[in-house]
């Protein structure tokens, strides 16, 4: 066809010519290269809405406590444990039939956490009402790996069923239902989730127990005993009022992050170690000030422990939230752990 064209006319009729390879690789080379700028960008982005929506969870967290005590007049105990659980002055050893750990009779097998006892001031009063306190709480996983448990191995599910000695022995644990349905309150978007940290069942939050111990001492076992005498701000049965802050609310650490995949005593990491209403000797839901934020010691750490850079978020008894550096002086930390050590230190 070309053949019947002019000169001029064949001259215009260039075909249209493509990429070469060598400039479809240059193409994507650089757009290899703005992905790699731009996705810090977007990662710290992500990462701030994250910690700003952790920042949020604690807040309210501080709020339904405040209301716990006005309407109940006192914070909520760090654990809980109905009367009739253990029989004599202290629970350590004494637990009753029904609420004892099988493998030891030193600790409970399902006593309630915190959380479970603040949900009506979180808008979960309908979770509430469906949790029985009187027979023990229901967890469909109980990571432990070293003691009574061996590496990896999961205890639960803990009391499927009521135990023997308990009015409805042998029906279904009626607290299944709300072991299970756990609000979006508790979960920290930054966390990353454990081999059994569901998030239905694990909880991201944890409240301060003690404090200002040597050698980062965690001062066992805030589940099963109150002496020597607990200084943060709950453990078993804990009835701590505003006027026992004598720090000053502003000056001492109510709740902070424990991540459900960190470490929590006998339970390793990326295992599951918070579930959401139980609690048994590993002290579900508790932490201590006196290991420094992000610590941790392969089987036995209840520190703060979060999934965010380089430190943690915490709220103060005053309800204002700081994100603390995993740098902060151990002096300060220490003392902000306490809520009567007579510490002089500055809140973040």
């Known amino acids: 066809m070309l053949a019947f064209l002019s000169p001029r006319a064949r001259r215009l009729h260039k075909p249209a010519s493509g990429f070469t390879l060598i400039e479809l690789l240059v193409v994507i080379a650089i757009i290899a290269i703005l992905i790699g700028l731009l996705l810090p960008a977007v990662q710290k982005v992500r990462e701030a809405a994250a ?35 253990w029989v004599g002055a202290t629970p ?13 009779s030193c600790c409970p097998w399902g006593a309630f956490s915190w959380a479970a006892r603040i949900l009506p001031y979180v808008e979960g009063d309908n979770l509430y009402k469906n949790i029985n306190f009187n027979v023990p709480a229901y967890a469909p996983n109980v990571p432990e790996d070293t003691g009574w448990g061996s590496p990896g191995s999961d205890r639960g599910p803990g009391q499927p069923v009521i135990p023997a000695g308990l009015p409805g022995a042998g029906q279904p644990n009626p607290n299944i239902l709300a072991a299970t349905n756990m609000p979006k309150l508790f979960v920290c978007p930054s966390a990353v989730r454990g081999r059994m940290g569901f998030e239905n069942t694990m909880k991201d939050y944890a409240m301060f127990y003690d404090s200002g111990r040597a050698n980062f001492s965690e001062t066992c076992c805030p589940e099963r005993s109150s002496a020597p005498a607990y200084n943060g701000m709950g453990w078993i049965n804990s009835t701590v009022k505003i006027a026992d802050v004598t720090d000053g609310t502003s000056n001492t650490m109510h709740y902070g992050e424990k991540a459900n995949w960190a470490n929590q005593s006998w339970c390793f990491d990326g295992s599951g170690c918070n579930e959401f209403i139980w609690v048994h000797h590993q002290s579900q839901g508790l932490i201590t000030g006196s290991q420094p934020p992000n610590w941790s010691v392969k089987g036995n750490s209840r520190a703060a422990t979060s999934s965010h850079t380089n430190g943690v978020v915490v709220l103060f008894v005053d309800g204002h939230v700081a994100f603390v550096p995993n740098n902060i002086d151990l002096t300060t930390w220490l003392g902000l752990g306490t809520r009567n050590g007579s510490e002089v230190v500055s809140p973040p």
């Open 51 to 85: 910690r700003m929506k952790c920042t949020n969870n604690l807040k309210q967290l501080g709020l339904a406590s405040h209301n716990h005590h006005d309407s109940l007049g006192s914070f909520p105990p760090g654990v809980w444990a109905p009367p009739g659980s």
């Open 92 to 104: 350590n050893g004494n637990w009753a039939s029904g609420w004892s750990d099988p493998n030891n």
